[in-house]
């Protein structure tokens, strides 16, 4: 079994998500800076992934700090903070988590002491805060993925799209928790992985995971999805999620937007799982979630190679927002959030 990410002696530990599937390479990021590099790099990725990565990142800015006092431990882990928020904007656990290692951080702070204890004191509390923010993390999407299950018929075939499973979260996963969970109740589950260009999450690490796992799992272009959903082939879809806002808006990878609407189209139900720590209700609706810009290039190039004429322009918006009234159901920890998600959700956060 792979750990997607782990906190070691040496640094925090992670799989290098860019080798896979033709290599299965660990990397141990030894502070902030380099934390922040791995995920603007996508050597880690998915949205709960990177809040347990920053979460780690922040906790080595304080624990391989050598500040005399609070307060230049403060400005330290301050930067390391700011460092690893730079990386990547649309998934909102990474902001979470550093909310969170902050308030530790300010806890510690406002402790009794001398200066010599309350810094001991603070890099102990802070690892142990990211090695919880993991262990919550697998735990939640366990519980995502027995909620989830409930939804499936004892016999389906199910559409993803990008890879929510155990590599883009603390281990085990979103949408690939819901899948496992339902193979696990004895359910007979078939996967169509569509491959999620232009990073091809779903044909180099969903179809990985999957077929690792022994679960039937079938490749097709993102372009296929309407064809199989209007022959009848697809029982569901389900994806995981960067932000939701109030509403039910979900940002998720470019083309699930695509997905919804055929599945809407065809009448096959399109289901969100995400931990409740990627629900922003601070945010309206989705016209607020700010969507990250990526390098043309790995539109215009595949492994290094150009597949597009050099005098072109290319685009590369990292997600698209797929509107509430295309969501069937919400699956977090605490129970699947419907419409009005205006109130389903807020009851399911308090």
Partial sequence: MFKTIEWTNE??????????????????????????????????????????AAAMGAALAVSRSSAPDMERLRQDFEAGAQCISQTRPTAVNL???????????????????????????AKERLVAEARQVLEEDIAANRAIGRHGAALLGSSATVLTHCNAGALATGGYGTALGVIRAAVGAGKKLRVFA????????????????????????????????????????????IVGADRIAANGDVANKIGTYSVAVLA?????????????????????????????????????????????????EARHPAFDVT???YVTAIITERGVARAPYTESLRALTQ
């Fill in 264 to 312: 809407r189209e065809n009448r096959v139900p399109f289901y969100v799982a995400a931990p409740l720590s990627t629900v922003d209700l601070s945010l309206a609706s989705g016209d607020q979630i700010p969507i990250e810009e990526r390098s043309p290039e790995e539109v215009t190039h595949l492994a290094g190679v150009s597949i597009a004429p050099g005098n072109v």
């Fill in 95 to 121: 902001f979470w988590a550093i909310q969170r290692m902050r308030a530790e951080f300010d806890r510690s702070m406002a402790a009794d002491g001398s200066d010599e204890d309350r810094i001991r004191r």
């Fill in 11 to 52: 640094g925090v530990r992670m799989i290098d998500q860019t080798r896979l599937p033709a290599e299965e390479v660990y990397v141990t990021c030894k502070d902030a800076a380099e934390v922040a590099n791995a995920i603007k790099r996508m050597v880690i990725r998915g949205a709960p992934a990177i809040g347990v």
């Fill in 323 to 325: 509107p509430h009234r």
């Fill in 194 to 237: 569509d491959e999620t260009r232009p990073f091809l999450q779903g044909a180099r690490l969903t179809a990985w995971e999957l077929a690792s796992d022994g679960v039937p799992v079938t490749l097709i272009t993102d372009s296929m999805a309407g064809h199989f959903m209007k022959q009848g082939a697809l029982d569901a879809a």
